[in-house]
């Protein structure tokens, strides 16, 4: 951020030096938490027993890069889908993910396969489940944290799931085999995939993003990229490209006219528009002093 070219952007929100370095750190954070998983989990040599929710060590993210080495892409998609759905909980980690997964204590499944050829069952299940997931200290995980587990209500994951199937139904999974999804167009496919998922029921913006930059990372769809930050409908991140670009965290300035400013800034310090997102997103929460944040 040092040598940005002012003429382009005078980025007024890292005038001082404390401010350009908390950024700096930020986006070196969001780097590593993009490379643990492009570089380390993609080719790491990983357990079975991250798909095994009995044993304590289940990890959707894990086990959806296992599935996809296996070419098992409908599982795949579906497992990273339950950690969206879900999240990762800072104190639970995923098990709440875990105990739907393992839905009789782990000897059987909800797998894309049950889950999607009796949708009534999860609907039931999650009825019959809810009081004690949520007695035993069970919880969404921060960008889910006002989902609830119903199945027969209209807001509840109950309709999440069943709208979600609906629309793999139509669509297929990332809207379409992974040869249609190539490098040379992983970010048309992005947006277009983006906007499909309007059909899925409580998936916003961030569920969405957070949904198919994760299928890009673990390698399910590896040239899926996103190609903006998708600054509507989002506070923390819009937030932080106000106060980089004008200084302040509301700006007269549209989103898709933030994220136009954006580009030859996340060009120069070459980096993707989900670790950019990412480290605005974190930054606008403390400008001045790094915090690590988690969640």
């Known amino acids: 951020m040092e040598t940005f070219d002012p003429s382009i952007e005078a980025l007024p929100g890292i ?21 643990f998983v492009v570089e380390y989990l ?35 998609c579906w497992l990273v889908f339950l950690s969206v759905q879900f999240g990762y909980h800072r104190k639970r980690g995923w098990d709440l993910v875990s105990a739907f997964y393992g ?7 909800w797998t894309w396969e049950e889950a999607s050829r009796d949708l009534p069952g999860v609907r039931a299940w999650l009825d019959a489940n809810r009081a004690q997931l949520s007695a035993s200290g069970l919880a969404f995980g921060n960008h889910r944290k006002y989902e609830s587990l119903s199945g027969s209500s209209g807001p509840g994951t109950g309709s999440v799931v069943s709208s979600y199937v609906g629309w793999v139904a139509s669509a297929g999974h990332a809207g379409g085999r992974p040869e249609a999804v190539s490098a040379a167009n ?37 040239a899926l990229v996103p190609d903006s930050t998708y600054l509507a409908n989002v506070s923390g991140p819009r937030a932080g490209a106000s106060l980089l670009l004008d200084g302040g965290l509301k700006s007269q300035h549209s989103p898709r006219q933030l994220e136009r400013r954006l580009v030859p800034i996340r060009e120069a310090i070459n980096v993707t528009n989900d670790v950019l997102e990412d480290a605005l997103c974190n930054w606008q929460k403390s400008p001045t002093a790094f915090v690590p944040f988690r969640g």
Do not use: N, W
């Not at 839905?103 to 499944?109: A, P, S, V």
């Not at 998922?197 to 198919?212: P, Q």
């Open 15 to 35: 005038a001082d030096r404390d401010s350009r370095e908390c950024l700096t750190a930020q986006l070196i954070e969001s780097m590593r938490r993009r490379r």
């Open 42 to 76: 993609r080719s790491a040599k990983l357990s079975d027993s991250c798909l095994v929710p009995a044993t304590g060590k289940f990890d959707p993210i894990r086990g959806a890069i296992l599935k996809s080495r296996d070419g098992e892409l409908d599982e795949a």
């Open 103 to 109: 839905r009789d204590g782990g000897t059987k499944l």
């Open 186 to 222: 992983g970010e048309e496919q992005f947006r277009l995939v983006f906007k499909a998922m309007k059909k899925v029921h409580r998936f916003g913006r961030i569920a969405r993003f957070d949904y198919l930059t994760m299928l890009g990372k673990t390698g399910v769809f590896p």
